[in-house]
């Protein structure tokens, strides 16, 4: 199997749980995204017991704060070796070129994390875009040109939909990284996804991450359903 690019979103409550649930994975090499309440509910523990697994990790912060802050929170980031990390775009270019140079100093071996932006949140739309945030732009022209600033301030991608995966990539080259939420098989239960996209859809649509959470984690046979998800996205 080629290095795998898809993220399975471990959005489990304790260390016990993601344990229990990458014990089913053993001989695979994952890449896992580590969000917000399993880092912030079991500290580096969690990002150390998964290292000794032998899997990669999107540690999945999303910081967003003066430049100098982020700068500094990235360098203690980095200490982790961890292999991607992210920023919202909206912090501006000097956040995000910040990001880079704390990432930079505070890299354990020859190579930084991978850094991504958020683009905009799948949770906001045009009438929070005009009415609550006061920016009166199509969302999509937001999407690029924030895409557009995180390349400019040296990240290697966005996070976005698979839907945008093409446009970024026509606009900013096919090296400018696009990891893309949103997956299901065509099998499953929708749940509070609003636009969804196959695996095979994601690939035809050039994301180059898939981050897959609820289709593996909540299926009866996880790893079947990974390699199922592996062969559409990745397989030749
Ligand atoms: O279970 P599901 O596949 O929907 O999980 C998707 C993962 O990707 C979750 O961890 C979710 O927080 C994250 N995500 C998302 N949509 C975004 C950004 C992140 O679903 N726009």
């Not at 996804?193 to 649509?205: D, F, G, I, N, Y």
Request: glycine share 8%; hydrophobic share 40%; net charge negative.
């Amino acid at each position: 199997m080629n290095e795998s690019r898809i993220c399975i979103a471990l959005d489990f409550k304790t260390k016990s749980d993601v344990e229990n649930f990458l014990k089913q994975f053993e001989g695979e090499s994952l890449y896992v995204k580590v969000g917000m309440e399993l880092f912030y509910g079991e500290g580096i523990e969690i990002i150390k017991m998964i290292k000794e697994m032998g899997h990669k990790i999107f540690l999945d912060l999303k910081l967003h704060d003066i430049p100098n802050t982020v700068k500094s929170a990235m360098r203690q980031l980095a200490k982790l070796d961890v292999d991607m990390v992210n920023v919202h775009a909206s912090g501006g270019i000097e956040m995000m070129k910040a990001a880079i140079e704390g990432l930079e100093e505070g890299k354990t071996s020859g190579k930084r994390p991978l850094c991504i932006a958020v683009t905009c949140l799948t949770s906001l739309d045009q009438d929070v875009l005009d009415n609550q945030l006061l920016i009166h732009e199509p969302l999509e022209n937001v999407v690029l040109k924030w895409a557009e600033n995180a390349k400019a301030a040296g990240l290697d991608g966005v996070v976005c939909s698979p839907l945008e995966s093409k446009i970024i990539h026509d606009h900013l080259g096919k090296e400018f990284l696009t990891v893309t939420p949103g997956i299901r098989l065509a099998s499953d239960n929708v749940n509070d996804q609003k636009r969804v996209t196959t695996p095979a859809m994601a690939k035809e649509l050039t994301s180059s991450y898939i981050v897959v959470g609820r289709t593996i984690t909540g299926s009866q046979d996880p790893l079947a359903t990974y390699k199922k998800v592996y062969q559409d996205f990745q397989g030749e």
